[in-house]
């Protein structure tokens, strides 16, 4: 299932995954759970929602996630 999405975390992604990745990954997810690319005028706000919650739990999981043997920028030491 949401086989094209794309991984956001380090190492796959080197940059910090933006706002509009997070974003559209989450509109992805919701466009294949639910089964609508656009849903109609009486499922919008459930649907917009849905993606509201989803990118929020994304952006929380990214930040907690400690990718082993990862280097961090600030713990990289000058020269």
């Known amino acids: 299932m949401c086989r094209s ?11 910090e995954a933006t706002e509009d990745d997070i974003r559209a990954a989450a509109l992805q997810y919701v466009r294949k759970v639910s089964g609508f690319r656009a849903p109609a005028a009486h499922n919008k706000e459930v649907f917009e929602r849905a ?10 999981l990214l930040a907690g996630l400690e990718v082993r043997g990862a280097v961090k920028a600030a713990a990289k030491s000058p020269g």
């Open 51 to 60: 993606v509201d919650e989803i990118a929020e739990a994304t952006r929380e």
């Open 5 to 15: 999405i794309k991984t956001l975390r380090p190492p796959a992604m080197p940059e």
